[in-house]
């Protein structure tokens, strides 16, 4: 039987391989869409781009009216994170919100749909193993219709968890001390400037 060839050692968690398939020239198309990026989308992005990179981990909040941009800009900082082999988790908290972002179909069971831990779709523990939780880079969310929800990993283990099970707001178990918090904002997108950056993305 054919096997699917391994990048690291570390790599037998089928969670990572999924994550670590995207199709690399379909992400730097999507990055073409960078320069659309309006200053405080840019800032946005950079900083977090920055956190990513500089591994300093930290949790942000995107918030804006709706239509000011935020799936916009999470959508390239996704593509900005996979292009370079890494790993950008997005998770939702809703049926309709897993479908705008790519590879929220697949992670609506680690979504916040989980809000009740006692349901069914609850993440499972074992796939969440420590290898999966270290080799995340970022987690995004949405949260409340007009607020996006940024993890950047190195997080506290049980933060990344509770982060990606949904349950960080929903159970208060983390408080906004548990990491640094910074509260951002979108302002509404030049439109002659240009499409959605996920338009060309399948
Ligand atoms: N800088 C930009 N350049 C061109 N188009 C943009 C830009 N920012 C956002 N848009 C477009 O504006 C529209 C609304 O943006 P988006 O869906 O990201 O808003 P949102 O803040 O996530 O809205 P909601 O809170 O309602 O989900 C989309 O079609 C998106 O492609």
């Known amino acids: 039987m054919p096997q699917v060839a391994k990048t690291h050692s570390k790599d037998s968690n089928v ?4 994550e670590r398939s995207y199709d690399r ?7 073409v869409s960078i320069p ?7 800032k946005i992005y950079d900083e977090i781009l920055e956190a990513v990179n500089k591994e300093r981990g930290g949790m942000f909040f995107v ?12 959508k390239l900082l996704s593509a900005g994170v996979r ?8 998770v939702a908290s809703s049926g309709i919100a897993y479908l ?10 680690l979504s916040a749909d989980s809000i009740d831990p006692t349901d069914t779709k609850a993440v499972n523990d074992e796939a969440l193993d420590s290898d999966f939780l270290n080799n995340i880079k970022s987690v995004g969310s949405d949260f409340l219709e007009r607020l996006h929800e940024v993890a950047v990993i190195p997080l506290p283990e049980r933060l990344a968890r509770a982060t990606i099970q949904g349950r960080s707001r929903f159970h208060g178990e983390t408080t906004p001390n548990e990491a640094r918090s910074d509260v951002l904002r ?7 400037r240009g499409d959605d950056p996920g338009a060309t993305q399948p």
């Open 15 to 18: 969670l990572i391989l999924d």
């Open 25 to 31: 020239e379909a992400l730097l198309e999507t990055l």
């Open 36 to 42: 659309k990026m309006t200053p405080e989308q840019r």
């Open 63 to 74: 918030s804006g009216f709706g239509g000011t941009g935020k799936t916009f800009l999470w």
């Open 83 to 90: 292009s370079r082999g890494d790993i950008a988790l997005n």
């Open 100 to 109: 705008l972002l790519q590879g929220g179909e697949e992670t609506i069971y």
């Open 186 to 192: 979108a302002t509404q997108p030049d439109r002659s």
